[in-house]
């Protein structure tokens, strides 16, 4: 979910601005794509780097990922919609991980769309984790270097139990993945669109949706 501080930008707001309506496009798509028959939905919400951005920015972000909470877990329970957060988001506040304690807890045994949300995520420091673990089975005798395969890693992954990624959508412009589900997109369709992200909508989603029902995919065959 990419530029919100430049929609914000272009309107001389200040950046915060540019987040808030970043939440709403959030909403909007969420219910979008329970609409669509969407399976899997995963937003990239804050990256292990983002923590470089100005302290007040952070702030200002958290404190929106903290009334999106307040205001919407209920309306996604009642849509069925089943909250997973992946990445970590124990290192937030105190305050903020027993609110996402609660909407996980609140949405567990929901069977709708799965909407993922990544937090505090990156996807080298995932497959640096995910290295360790099976280094350390190893070490421990449990299992064998020479049998570690793609399954073994995926288990270990913070997606493990759900589809590989099948579209990766990119806003703004922007042509990269940015440390966003690497192992996950092996062969994913990537799509980029010049809009902002507070500017996608459900309209913009169903129109990502006809693109890569345009597409061949062969998986590296024929």
């Known amino acids: 979910m990419d530029g919100n501080g430049r929609w914000a930008k272009k309107r001389r707001l200040p950046r915060v601005a540019g987040h808030r309506k970043g939440v709403e496009a959030a909403r909007n798509v969420v219910r979008a794509a329970g609409d669509l028959g969407i399976e ?17 920015e952070v702030a200002d972000l958290m404190g929106l990922l903290r009334h999106f909470i307040l205001a919407d877990i209920e309306e996604l329970a009642q ?3 089943r909250l997973r957060v992946i ?9 903020l991980v027993r609110l996402i304690d609660g909407a996980l807890a609140r949405t567990a045994d929901n069977r709708g769309t799965t909407l993922v949300v990544a937090l505090n995520y990156g996807a080298q420091n995932e497959l640096v984790e995910a290295t360790r673990r099976l280094a350390e089975r190893c070490a421990r005798g449990e299992l064998d270097p020479a049998a570690i395969g793609p399954a073994h890693i995926e288990s270990e992954l913070a997606t493990h139990g759900l ?6 959508i990119r806003t703004s412009g922007e042509h990269r993945l940015s440390n966003f589900l690497l192992w996950q997109c092996a062969y994913a369709e990537l799509l ?10 459900g309209d913009r ?8 029902a345009r597409r061949e995919r062969r998986f590296g065959g024929l």
Not at 40 to 56: D, G, I
Not at 163 to 168: A, E, G, I, Q, R
């Open 40 to 56: 899997v939905l995963t937003l990239y919400a804050f990256s292990s780097e983002n923590w470089r951005r100005p302290a007040e």
């Open 79 to 81: 849509a069925g919609v």
């Open 87 to 95: 990445g970590e988001y124990r290192a937030l506040s105190p305050d």
């Open 163 to 168: 589809p590989p990624v099948d579209l990766l």
């Open 192 to 201: 980029f669109v010049d809009a902002l992200w507070p500017d996608f909508d």
């Open 205 to 212: 989603l169903a129109q990502a949706l006809d693109d890569f």
